[in-house]
Nanobody, 126 residues
């Protein structure tokens, strides 16, 4: 059984930074992909960033140059460094994972993920 636990959310002013963490508990194969998704109030969930562990990375257009996704193999933890935050970045952020690698074009596709965290709230005020 795989469990994902997010942390690091909070409230910041526009232009500020936050780093989200997602700790992975349980056994996992050596190849898998992970991602961050977010859902704003009244809006559909969207993929923010995803990666095939040790391989390619993909970002949603609105966060390119501001967000950085990374993975620490030793700590089995996924991160999302968020800089230059904007009010439109506000939402509940979820970590997701699935076995194996996926085509980079699918890294931001919800249906390609099997395991989800409970979410962490990010609020950016203007």
């Amino acid at each position: 059984q795989v469990q994902l636990v997010e942390s690091g959310g909070g409230s910041v002013q526009a232009g500020g930074s936050l780093r989200l963490s997602c700790a992975v508990f349980g056994s996992f194969y050596s190849t898998y992909h992970m991602g961050w998704f977010r859902q704003a109030p009244g809006k559909e969930s969207e993929g923010v960033a995803g990666l095939n562990i040790g391989e390619n990375i993909r970002y949603e257009d609105s966060v390119k140059g501001r967000f950085t996704i990374s993975h620490d193999n030793a700590k089995n933890t996924l991160y999302l460094q968020m800089n230059s935050l904007k009010p439109e970045d506000t939402g509940m952020y979820y970590c997701a994972a699935a076995y194996g690698w996926t085509n980079s074009g699918f890294l931001l596709t919800q249906s390609k993920y099997n395991y989800w965290g409970q979410g962490t709230q990010v609020t950016v005020s203007s």
